[in-house]
């Protein structure tokens, strides 16, 4: 397989065509030629063989497959065995929008394994294909990263709420119902997955489902201008792609499909954030008013920190995480619950990748574990799990602390506030 190449079809689009073969000259002003969509399910071994079948009787000149570079690399198992940043992984949503990302990956791997088929088999099956044919062969997805963020961004705190509680079911193997993965292609099929999609959430259907038919579209229309074009796709996105080509003119500017989610946008999880940093400052505030003497100002502080730094460490002793992050989980947990901003499992987490050092590849050997256990010989998992526990720890620990302390400052009777919950 020959180096990727990038270049770039018409300059008055933003867009690169990605090819993993030598591209043959071609200009945006030549004539659109013909573009056959095959859908395909991604864990169907019946896909393989159409997709192969599609390309030695068509004989395009470009084959163009629903990957992005980052996704073929996994695919092909090209990633670069280096330490993953830590750092940039815990900051803000990250970490919670790469657990989804899991889940989903995790999700496919399992019907995969049923099916015997990994997981974009078919798409390496159209690679192999159009090298035997000598064609060209196009990745044309969006980035997965970008896919991620702007899929996640684009939620609103119920959506995560459904879309969580939709995802882990399916990951445990509870509540399943049989599926004939050979008719997942036939279009009522797919539309009526599609449509339950929308209804668990119709934003992250927009952007992982309409945002990325337009991004194909528009890619497919400028491979046209080159030659006969074959596109592997999900069946989920054959009829949205159509639309689009029928009317390349309306397609949205990929421009704006590429474009990373603000980190300013005001979320649930951020106003949550201030709401509970107010209500620690208010509670500050009482304990200085209502405090007769400096010990039980320090009082005060001692529950504070015992309580939301123990909470955190538990959590990172039940994570199984290294003595040194749940030392570092008690030590910081009473700073960082005062800032909406940060948080205990971050620090904690960073100890126990230091510890543990996790790689690209641990990446890739989660999404094949079968059982817990297994997750848990994963390196990158255990950070996971230690900054979650931690975090987790920490907030159970800022409300059990303040209830605690207004108790000990005469501020709540627990009789009454019991009477009154009864």
Not at 142 to 148: K, L, M, P, Q, S
Not at 346 to 355: C, D, N, T
Not at 384 to 404: E, H, W
């Amino acid at each position: 397989m020959e180096n990727a190449e990038v270049k770039k079809e018409d300059a008055a689009l933003p867009c690169q065509i990605v090819d993993l073969t030598a591209p043959q000259d071609g200009g945006a002003d030549a004539q659109a030629h013909e573009i056959i969509i095959v859908g395909t399910a991604h864990v169907s071994e019946k896909s393989v063989q159409e997709v192969i079948s599609a390309i030695e009787e068509k004989k395009p000149d470009i084959v163009a497959v629903e990957l992005c570079p980052a996704r073929y690399r996994s695919l092909t198992g090209q990633e670069e065995e280096k330490e993953i940043k830590i750092s940039e992984l815990l900051s803000g949503g990250k970490l919670y929008f790469f657990l989804v990302q899991w889940f989903l990956a995790y999700i496919q791997k399992k019907i995969g394994d049923e099916m015997g088929v990994k997981p974009g088999s078919e798409m390496l099956a159209a690679i192999e294909a159009a090298k035997r044919a000598g064609a060209r062969v196009a990745l044309v997805d969006r980035d997965v990263g970008i896919t991620i963020q702007r899929f996640w961004s684009a939620m609103g705190f119920l959506d995560k709420v459904r879309l969580i509680g939709s995802l882990i079911p399916a990951a445990f193997g509870w509540g399943e119902e049989e599926i004939d993965i050979d008719s997942i292609t036939e279009q009522d099929v797919v539309s009526q997955m599609i449509s339950e999609f929308r209804k668990i959430s119709p934003a992250a259907a927009n952007v992982l489902v309409d945002e990325r038919d337009a991004y194909l579209a528009r890619n497919l229309h400028l491979l046209s201008k080159q030659g006969r074009v074959l596109a592997v796709v999900g069946a989920g996105h054959r009829e949205g792609i159509l639309k689009h080509l029928a009317h390349p003119e309306s397609i949205p500017a990929l421009e704006s499909l590429n474009e990373k989610p603000s980190s300013h946008k005001i979320t649930f999880a951020k106003v949550f954030g201030i709401g509970v940093s107010l209500l620690i400052l208010a509670t500050i505030g009482l304990v200085i008013l209502k405090a007769q003497s400096s010990q039980n100002i320090l009082l005060a502080f001692g529950i504070w920190f015992i309580v939301t730094g123990g909470l955190s460490a538990l959590g990172v002793v039940l994570a199984r995480g290294h003595p040194l992050s749940a030392l570092t989980a008690l030590m910081v947990a009473w700073m960082t619950t005062l800032n909406p901003f940060v948080a205990a499992g971050w620090f904690a987490g960073m100890v126990e990748a230091w510890k543990q050092k996790p790689t690209v590849s641990d990446l890739k050997k989660l999404a094949q574990a079968n059982s817990f256990d297994e997750m848990m010989k994963n390196r990158l998992f255990k950070v996971i799990l230690v900054a979650s526990l931690a975090n987790l720890g920490a907030m159970a620990g800022t409300f059990i602390g303040i209830y605690l302390i207004w108790q000990r400052m005469g501020l709540v009777n627990p009789s009454e506030l019991l009477k009154g919950i009864i």
